[in-house]
């Protein structure tokens, strides 16, 4: 009888370890419960981020694994003519039900940079982890935002503000995810001064 409680215990025992062992590799998402990626399709990606293939790339680092992804663009204040000194435009992404990305590009003007990154690009990072990069009058980036105040307008003098924020990282090392929202701010620079007929391109 002892013998046979002993089996038993030792089967209910070993049952409960590969259950434990089964809920953390599901909770840390590892095989054989890995979330699958959905894949980026360029054709579906918002034209406000700018070349496709670049944007792409860029944002299969950043996003986190969900079944699919969704793209919204939103272009609510177009420069209609040259009489017109507004603009803002945004991409939203999400997946699963959950925004993971946005990015916007709005005319603004600040005496001095310096302000636009206190006011606009503080909101989303600390000052103390923002770090530069070289693209407009200032850019500035972390692992989860990338901003460039680029000029648009000589008369009245205006800048574009562009902001990509990441808000669900994917699992790249964090130095790739700030060099792919680098590249997404720049793209979505270059597509915003087009569209928004900027004096310099």
Known sequence: ?????????????????????AGVLHALRLPPFEKK???????QVCRTLGAPS???AALDKVLSATSSYTFRDELPDPRRDDLDNSYYSACFVG????QLLVASAQMLEYEKADGWVTEVVEQFAPASALTPFDSGDKAVAT???AAIYVP???????????????KRPGDAPAAER???LVALARNTA???QGNARCDEH
Not at 6 to 17: D, E, M, P
Not at 37 to 43: L, T
Not at 152 to 166: E, G, I, K, W, Y
């Open 1 to 21: 009888m002892t013998h046979v409680r002993t089996k038993l215990l030792t089967a209910a025992g070993a049952v409960l370890v590969l259950c434990l062992v």
């Open 37 to 43: 990626k959905g894949k980026i399709e360029a054709s």
């Open 54 to 56: 670049r944007s792409t």
């Open 95 to 98: 997946g699963d039900g959950k």
């Open 143 to 145: 692992d989860k935002v």
């Open 152 to 166: 648009c307008l000589a008369r009245p003098a205006t800048h574009l503000s562009v902001v990509v924020q990441l």
């Open 178 to 180: 700030r060099d792919a």
């Open 190 to 192: 270059q597509y915003a």
